[in-house]
């Protein structure tokens, strides 16, 4: 008895040990999925890394369920200083799609790229985008383009979203129809973002605003507002006295009285420009995070950022 159902079990337990090794092998390798069974009870989700917050949860949108999904910046960090740390690195080697913004925004990217072996499958959203080139000064941009395409929520809607659905559709082509439902209906809901900008910012168009860094130009062009300076020109340097002053007789040119600074970066030189000309410094978040109130979806951030230049754009020159 004992020796028939030995026999019995034996095909079985032969098809259990294939399937284990099989799915052993799909572990880690760029574009399958597995080797991710977490809270979801061991269902297979693909992991991927974004270098920025308001990417990641693009990816998350789409990806929903059927994928894991990172940052690689911690909040508070800009992709323009970063540096990344060994609990970085090690976050990035379980990456089985790397997702970045491209145009020169992740170079310390390369590195890490360069040591994983295999690489995983990365997709650039800034690819086939026409970008602004830099003007003034010494842009960080200026060779590979302006990278913050992102800002413009037509862009995201109309280049990046069918990027994210073509790149997890390759890398899980079994929820591919999935991916697609979710990019159309959270596209209805961009164009609704869209529409409310549009909107409010019609009270105010072409007003003129000075940033901390040079980030706001697709946002500018896209709804009608102007972008004319911005504090550094290579985020991590501080301004000098004479940039400074400079910027203070651009202001009074302009009549701009407001200074937009940015919660990854030193406010104080925007409270200086503000001081001398008796203007106000406000806040825009281009990147937002996880556990910021308000700031922890893509959406909320740039709702976010409308409240921000409302505030200070309804009422200035
Ligand atoms: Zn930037």
Redesign the pocket.
Known sequence: MAKRSALVLAPFLCWLLCTMAVQEAGAGRPGSIGGSAGADGGRARLVVVASIFPLADLVRQIGGEQVEVETLLPPGA???TFEPTPRQVQRFSRAQVFARIGAGLELWAEKLLGSRKPSPRVMTAAEGIPLFKGTEGVDPHQSFGD??IWLDPVLVRTAILPRIVETLGAAAPQHVATFRERARRYSVELEQLDRQIRERVSHWQGRKFIVF?S?WRYFGRRYGLQQISAIVES?GKEPSARDIAHLVDVARAHGVHVIFCEPQFNPKPAQVIAQEMKGRVLTLD?LGGEGLPGRNTYIGLMNYNLRALEAGLKVSG
């Open positions: 800009s992709p323009h990278p913050h860094h980030a985020p281009p």
